[in-house]
């Protein structure tokens, strides 16, 4: 059983540009949750979807950011116009129910912006 | 607001030793999980062990246990028998806050382990 796969692990966009990354979550999985990691600091909430809804998206910058996560096909985190601070590592997480809360983290996509 | 408080920045181990890694945390809930995770250098976020609030019994898994304080709303990891593959961040975590299973973790906890 493959684990959750992001795509890409690097990404450089200069400023301006927009970014977009990808989540494959685990087979079975319909939750999924997009979490970001500034340097030297834990891991931050951002959206949490099912398949084809968005459940809470209460730490999502209300700008520039949106999160889908189509029927069929990876979850995808677009980030647009792209600035500085946008430099993080962006983590996704699957879970096959939401009760347990045992969420299974990809690897990470490593935003850089310059 | 609920916050997951890890005070420890940076703990090392000798190798083959035990150490203690802290985590407090606030809620109003009387039901609830608690994790700990480990990231490595190749940032891979892996869990590493759940605690259900409502269990007396700590949880362990292998060479991990964890020493959970309901009252004194204290969760922390216990490492025995450290090895060089432990060295990593641990960030404590725990859901919410809402209804949902968003998690909200801890500023983490740096592992070194020496020779």
């Known amino acids: 059983n493959a684990g959750v796969m992001q795509n890409p692990r690097h990404l450089v966009r200069r400023r301006g540009q927009e970014a977009r990354l990808r989540c494959s979550p685990m087979?079975?999985?319909?939750?999924v949750y997009w979490y970001r990691q500034l340097p030297e600091e834990g891991l931050k909430f951002m959206v949490y979807l099912q398949k084809e809804n968005i459940i809470d998206e209460s730490g999502m910058p209300k700008e520039r950011f949106s999160a889908e996560f189509p029927k069929e096909g990876p979850s995808i985190l677009r980030i647009q116009q792209v600035v500085r601070g946008d430099s993080a590592a962006y983590f996704c997480a699957s879970s096959l129910y939401r009760d347990t809360y045992e969420q299974y983290f990809g690897p990470g996509t490593r935003l850089t912006v310059t | 607001a609920q916050t997951v408080t890890q005070s420890q920045p940076e703990m090392s181990v000798q190798e083959a030793e035990t150490v203690t890694l802290s985590c407090t945390y606030d809620?109003?809930?009387?039901?609830?999980?608690l994790f700990w995770y480990k990231q490595p250098p190749s940032r891979q976020m892996i869990l590493v062990i759940r605690q259900e609030a409502y269990k007396q019994q700590n949880a362990t898994e292998n060479r991990f246990s964890v020493n959970f304080q309901k009252a004194a709303k204290s969760f922390s990891l216990k490492i025995s028998d450290s090895q060089l593959g432990d060295a990593a961040m641990y960030f404590c975590?725990?859901?919410?806050?809402?209804?949902?299973?968003?998690?909200?973790f801890g500023k983490g906890i740096t592992l070194s382990v020496r020779p």
């Open positions: 975590a725990r859901p919410g806050p809402g209804a949902n299973s968003k998690l909200t």
């Open positions: 809620t109003s809930e009387s039901d609830y999980y």
């Open positions: 087979k079975g999985h319909s939750h």
